[in-house]
């Protein structure tokens, strides 16, 4: 890697190397039993450069390339951006824990044993059902370096359990599932199955929905699944550069209701989506997005942030492998001091909703969402009496989020990149088909 | 060390290994991409990329291998092997396949890696000033991307396949915003490596800007059901979600109850309708010769006038459903196993003219364009990018994007007429197992369908 940035500099103002390799090993079940044992190893290697004042950018997968590596950040640097920031010097990084020892040691037969009783319980319960599973662990190693002498270097472990289940009656289907991950091992998962066995449970008998507005409670995966693709979107320092925001004119005003509180959060002790800095080695901060319903800031990388006048969230990010650009790490919305219970018992005619499936499809920059309810349940007189079907929810993020009736007293992450708690509209268009 | 090289190694220790079957992959890879957010370009870059992978087969059970670095490949292969022993438990059962040994090259007039870089960004300058130059533009993205790749595969069965493909997609959107709203309009188009495909697209992308701004003022649809018309970009979509991925048999093949749903024969439309999925057809996206487990393509019609006489498969699910195989197992790139896929599916033409499909609706809506869609096997969604009212058999005011939603089986049922427009569309990509884009194409004439859930605001 010096070597890259020593031939680098010799033709650019500035370079950085950025180097990530990982190794994951993954246990697949497929129709309720053990079927693949993958391993995947990966390397690459990216050279970002600044050359006459433009950025140059290239990659490739084998060090050895590192000619080409120089020559094609250089040809690409003729019409890149012009480069608005500068890289970052030495800094000391915040001790974020991500890494535990103990996960390159989990045996395939402990994690086929985990996969086990992710399975059993679940096709024990309901006779029929299909189950796919996956274990995995793996970790990923960073290491970048900058010409100002700048250089980040860090290991992470990560552990995760999936179960997804299919019940097929006829041509009718019921799809359930839950995951869980760690940068420690796991071992919970009982719990994980525990999930499936509730949503099994709420789906045993049918409901219908008329088509009209009604209360709804979103789960936090019927949360991720609905709402929170516009509000990434939105508080992206590059979408409200370009204007595409609807709430990048709002800093500092009331947009939400006074019960919501968001931020972003690479800083949380073994959480798959933390580390110690983001992928330009700016150090990882927490940062406020939603205080009290005011929106109170956005997500920025090196350029980004200094386009907009303010300096980087540490949001910087090379998730799609091109050059960085502001990304959540994780969204963490505050819980609040209602049960889920007390938000079914409060509805006389209503909906629960897991997952919403297409709800991302549509004017996601607006705000605006519209899905089928993939799992969702009924709600009459305070109780979840089964499952809808046929029935599409629509409604706006900024109109929802405006008027919360409750938020949940208790968080939870889910697909890894969201935490949150249930959350309680008082009132969402419901389309439905008897 | 070349892929080349690195293959000629691997033949020698795959056909020695202790396993009912053992493959590799080995890919190289030349991609560029340019992208505009605003006026200002984003990103250009080109990039490299070397890797591979062994898959083997022991006692019915799979492992699987994926690498970048080409040293020590035959550890890799002992991993593999020792994996697939790891986790199987019964018998190994793949269809017979011919030994192949052959080359594919791509056209010279279909190579993106030739066009030098300046003239992509001049046409996608051109582009997104013609973007901008749309009054009450907020701002544009423009993302092109092309690839050109080289995949070597070989099994323990003496296949040595050396194939290249190149593939190009452009993803246009305008933002338009008045007063806090914001609406989008996009445009997705794809090539097989055929630059020239993409250079006249400037009126319909001054069109899209348009259309972005005329959203602005645009009311919602009420939800409900409807009468709906899809323009072929759209129904293309629908085959492709609502029925393409049931026919996919990594579903069906060990699912007992699904199977007795998708059983060949079982009537699914009107005898109007005929699904077909192919790979055969030169210069399509979703076309190759030989698919990721070394299989000749071919032409499988998945409905044949409204009776499931097909379905796609690898090598694993045809013998298990003991049906043919159809060369439908591919993988994204070298990280990932083969898996059934689509290629180019699409629904044959009819003889119903646009005119007479839209005649007799009283009130229904026009859908046009893809904006995605995704599908749960029985329940789908896709949205369109563009919609209008029918009001007494004359397209009538603009709507904002609407989201349909259904079931696949009663859907099919009420696909009540189609048209005499077959078009294909080369503009998407699918995604499967966590395997996405996989280059595809999907088409259709327009069709009508009876009492489609539309969601509203």
Known sequence: MEDILAQAVEVAEEAEVFAVSSEETQVQFETNRLKHLQTKQQTSVALRLIRQGRVGYATATDMGERHSLVSNA?????????????????????????FDAGVASVSNEAMIQLGEELVAPVTAHTPGIICEAEVARGTVSVRILNSRGGQADYRKSFFSLGIEGSLVNDTDMLFVGESASSCHPLSNSGEVAGTVLRQLELARNRASVPGKSLPVVFTPDGVASALISPLMAAFNGKMVLKGASPIGNKLGQPVFDRKFRLWDDPTVGYRPSSRPCDDEGVPSQRTTLVEEGVVAGFIYDLQTAALAHTGSTGNGSRNHGGLPSPAPSAFIIAPGDTDFTEMVQDIKEGLVVEQLMGAGQGNVLGGDFSGNVLLGYKVENGKIVGRVKNTMVSGNVYQVLKQVAAIGREAKWVGGFLQTPHIYCPSLSVASKG | MSIKTAGQELAEVIGKCDADYVEAHLEESQTSHIIYRGRELDSIGRATAI???????????????SFNDLNNLPERVALAVEQARFVGREASQLAAAEPVVATVSVEADRDPAAIPLVEK????????????????IQTSTVGYADSRKKVIFLSSAGSFIEQERADITLRLAAVATRDGDVQQVGLSVGSRGDFSALQSLHDEVAQMARRAVALLSAPQVKGGEYTVVLDPVLAGVFVHEAFGH??????????DRLRRIMTLGRQFGRPELNIVDTATIPGLRGSYQYDDEGMPATRTYLIR????????HSRETAAKMNEKPTGNARAINHRYPPIVRMTNTYIEPGTVSFADMVGDIKEGIYAKNWYGGTTSMEMFTFSAGEAYMIRNGKIAEMLRPVVLTGNVFTTLENIDAIGDDLAMNQGGGCGKGGQAPLPVSNGSPHIRIGRCLVGGG
Request: proline share 8%.
């Open chain 1, 74 to 98: 250089v040809a690409t640097a003729q019409f890149g951006m012009p480069a608005e920031f500068q890289l970052p010097a030495p800094s000391s990084y915040p001790p974020v824990a991500v």
């Open chain 2, 51 to 65: 890797g591979g992978n062994v898959r083997a087969m022991v006692k019915g059970g799979w492992g699987f291998v």
């Open chain 2, 305 to 312: 006038e409204g009776k499931l006489v097909g379905r796609l």
């Open chain 2, 121 to 136: 960004k001049q046409l996608m300058d051109e582009y997104n000033d013609i973007i901008w130059r749309t009054p009450e």
């Open chain 2, 246 to 255: 049931l026919s996919e048999s990594d579903f069906v093949y060990e699912n």
